[in-house]
T-cell receptor, first 114, second 114 residues
Framework: DAGVIQSPRHEVTEMGQEVTLRCKPI?????LFWYRQTMMRGLELLIYFNNNVPIDDSGMPEDRFSAKMPNASFSTLKIQPSEPRDSAVYFC????????????FGPGTRLTVT | DAKTTQPPSMDCAEGRAANLPCNHSTISGNEYVYWYRQIHSQGPQYIIHGLKNNETNEMASLIITEDRKSSTLILPHATLRDTAVYYCIVHKPDRGSTLGRLYFGRGTQLTVWP
């Protein structure tokens, strides 16, 4: 299996622009997670899905952030409009139904907003 | 979920055992102990988890004290590739929105030197 796939790996954008991050989970996994990692705040869970349905979005920082999972093999995290403080590494992870705590992480997308 | 305390950094000679401690004195009866690690510039990687008994897999061993208030992750023969941040997480895989929510603290930076 190719593991969790994220794209792009690096994204540089200007403040105010829309940013879309993409994730393909491991085939057959039922859970999908979006995390953000910064030096100041560490690794934070933003939102997670179970069977394509958002379960917990309490970590989404504000309305500028939105996440969708239109099918079992694809998810997006969108930031509109982006701000410099959104600069971080964004990770996607997936897990099986029997073990949502055994999460498999992707390589991350490094976002820089100037 | 119970809070964990880990030393911010440790080092270990290559080929020797690395013993990473974690304190979770407020752990409750149905909370598990999980360990993840994050190699620089990569996503976190699941290592092992346990409830009461000691556990071993191909990566590491987990020793949980009888009162469950602390645990130790053991890498029996550390290599340079084991240099990473190691996260100890206590979590109750209950139903509901918190099922998949893991809290990653600051972890322990393990440096393996030649």
């Amino acid at each position: 299996d190719a593991g969790v796939i994220q794209s792009p790996r690096h994204e540089v954008t200007e403040m105010g622009q829309e940013v879309t991050l993409r994730c393909k989970p491991i085939s057959g996994h039922d859970y999908l997670f979006w995390y953000r990692q910064t030096m100041m705040r560490g690794l934070e869970l933003l939102i997670y899905f179970n069977n394509n349905v958002p379960i917990d979005d309490s970590g989404m920082p504000e309305d500028r952030f939105s996440a969708k999972m239109p099918n079992a093999s694809f998810s997006t995290l969108k930031i509109q409009p982006s701000e410099p403080r959104d600069s971080a590494v964004y990770f996607c992870a997936s897990a099986l139904a029997g073990g949502p705590h055994e999460q498999y992480f992707g390589p991350g997308t490094r976002l820089t907003v100037t | 979920d119970a809070k964990t305390t880990q030393p911010p950094s440790m080092d270990c000679a290559e080929g020797r055992a690395a013993n990473l401690p974690c304190n979770h004195s407020t752990i409750s009866g149905n909370e598990y102990v999980y360990w993840y690690r994050q190699i620089h510039s990569q996503g976190p990687q699941y290592i092992i988890h346990g409830l009461k008994n000691n556990e071993t897999n191909e990566m590491a061993s987990l020793i949980i004290t009888e009162d469950r208030k602390s645990s130790t992750l053991i890498l029996p023969h550390a290599t340079l590739r084991d240099t990473a941040v190691y996260y100890c997480i206590v979590h109750k895989p209950d139903r509901g929105s918190t099922l998949g929510r893991l809290y990653f603290g600051r972890g322990t930076q393990l440096t393996v030197w030649p």
